[in-house]
């Protein structure tokens, strides 16, 4: 009876580890794509300012 238990202990054990690792595979995954959009959208602001710069506005007051 006590190896029934076990076995019973070792099947939970595995789908708490599985879980816990689906889990984390899908926070990297959050992490990832929250990083790319923030890159994307720093790259946009950089091209503005680019754009800004050629127009020859310096976007100072004097």
């Known amino acids: ?3 029934s238990r076990r076995v019973a202990g ?3 054990s595995q789908r708490i580890l599985w ?3 689906i889990g984390s595979a ?3 995954y959050m992490v990832a794509v929250e990083r ?3 890159n994307r959208g720093r790259m ?3 091209g503005l300012k680019g754009m800004d ?3 020859g ?3 100072e007051d004097v």
Do not use: N, R, T, Y
Request: net charge negative; glycine share 12%; hydrophobic share 45%.
């Open 1 to 3: 009876m006590v190896g």
């Open 10 to 12: 070792d099947k939970w």
């Open 19 to 21: 879980f816990c690792a």
């Open 26 to 28: 899908i926070s990297l």
């Open 36 to 38: 790319q959009a923030q």
């Open 44 to 46: 946009m602001a950089e």
């Open 53 to 55: 710069g050629a127009s």
């Open 57 to 59: 506005q310096s976007g």
